[in-house]
């Protein structure tokens, strides 16, 4: 006699703790945002020498520049002198150097200690040693990545990896050719809710017949709540008298040349884990990174890149920019919307994931993996 197993239709979700605890967070920040790489800046915001952003990963702020030879380094935003913030704005450019506020110890692009008051007095010194520190850096996708592990995570199995385990290849991605578009619209989001929620939200498509009438238009197989990410490979299709996507299914921007017949009236969506997601369809790349700021808190920095023919003739990607951008405001007033409950005593346990969402329940496992050790039971 054979007993059948058969997986249950509702499986648990994490306990609500693990959305707003401050221990768990702190454990992220530690043990995932500093240790993982992490999608910081799009390579061409930095236009010029000098050029430089600074981003928050984890308990960090980076500081990302352009050095005059055009490579570009990353540091951590803080003096070697007393530990001022080096560079206090989201962004800027420095005419020579960087140049401490406090007590003016001055660095050149490559981060080596170039000038202080009194520093010939001071003989000693070593300038290499006491330059800004380096963190590990990637450029993938037109992005700079960075590391704060001291050994990096193997940057070809943890983002690659998660491409290839999507799309079926890592090849898959290439004839979209990311890097080489141009940024025809960004929009920042300052979202009241947990990362994991907005990872979670965009991970499945349970939600979407309800609260993306015209996502659903566009990609009506989204009606039936199975989301793209369900399938190894699987791109959903465009409606049938969809012209392009677009808010209204009407023609969209020039098409990227190399994406195949096959990729061609589909959309993909791709989440690089821990704050990052890609979205292809045929005429434009949509590409979301999150910086989580406090466990009720995740600021997200969404680019839509096309061609740059299509950027450089300023034609009107409005209609394009609309449907995602409606799509985003959507979702994240959803993750607003659960935040709250998230510390009610009544989510204590957690709630339960459907069989369309089943797969998020790996998700799950990852982050218990991560920091289950902090979360504290009900
Ligand atoms: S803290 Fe930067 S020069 Fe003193
Ligand atoms: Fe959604």
């Keep these: 006699m054979t007993t059948e197993v058969t997986t249950p239709s509702l499986i648990p979700t994490l306990p609500g703790s693990t959305y707003v605890d401050e221990a768990v967070f702190r454990a992220e920040q530690e043990r995932i945002f500093e240790q993982m790489w992490f999608c910081a800046i799009r390579s061409a915001d930095l236009d010029k020498a000098g050029a430089w952003r600074t981003v928050q990963i984890g308990r960090e702020s ?24 080096l560079c206090m704005e989201e962004q800027g450019e420095a005419a020579r150097n960087f140049q401490c506020p406090y007590h003016a110890w001055t660095y050149d692009f490559e981060g080596k200690l170039i000038a202080a008051p009194n520093l010939t007095k001071m003989p000693d010194i070593d300038r290499d040693e006491y330059g800004l520190v380096k963190v590990h850096i990637r450029e993938y996708l037109g ?18 990896g998660a491409i ?30 947990n990362w994991k929620l907005i990872i979670e939200n965009f991970m499945e498509c349970y939600h979407c017949a ?37 808010i209204d299914g009407s023609e969209g921007l020039d098409l ?31 590409i979301h990174r999150m910086f989580p700021m406090a466990a009720d808190r995740t600021i997200v920095e969404c ?9 450089e003739s300023g034609k009107d990607v409005s209609a394009s920019v609309e449907l ?3 799509v985003n405001q959507q979702d994240f007033d959803a993750c607003e919307r659960c935040q709250p409950a998230m510390g009610s005593k009544i989510y204590a346990k957690g709630g339960v994931l459907v069989p369309s969402e089943h797969h998020i329940g790996a998700f799950h496992d990852w982050i218990q993996e991560k920091v289950g050790d902090v979360v504290p039971t009900s």
């Excluded at 290439?174 to 989001?189: C, F, P, Q, T």
């Excluded at 195949?260 to 434009?284: C, M, S, W």
Aim: glycine residues 8%.
């Design 62 to 85: 980076v500081l990302i520049s352009r050095t005059r030879k055009g490579g570009i380094r990353a540091f951590y935003n803080i003096c070697r002198h007393r530990g001022v913030k």
């Design 143 to 160: 992005y700079v990545w960075v590391c704060l592990a001291d050994e990096p995570p193997s940057f070809e199995e943890e983002v690659m």
């Design 164 to 193: 290839e385990e999507r799309l079926g290849s890592v090849h898959a991605i290439d004839g979209y050719d990311v890097a080489n578009l141009s940024l025809g619209r960004r929009i920042k989001y300052d979202v009241k809710a």
């Design 210 to 246: 309800t609260i993306h009438p015209e996502l659903t238009e566009v990609l009506p197989e989204f009606a039936d709540g199975l989301a793209a990410q369900y399938f190894v490979g699987h791109g959903a299709e465009f409606g049938d008298d969809v012209k392009g996507f677009t």
């Design 256 to 286: 990227i040349p190399g994406v195949g017949e096959d990729q061609d009236r589909r959309y993909y969506a791709i989440t690089i884990k821990p704050t990052v997601f890609v979205n292809l369809v045929p005429d434009h790349v949509i």
């Design 303 to 311: 680019d839509w890149l096309y061609l740059p023919s299509v950027v």
């Design 324 to 326: 995602f951008h409606r």
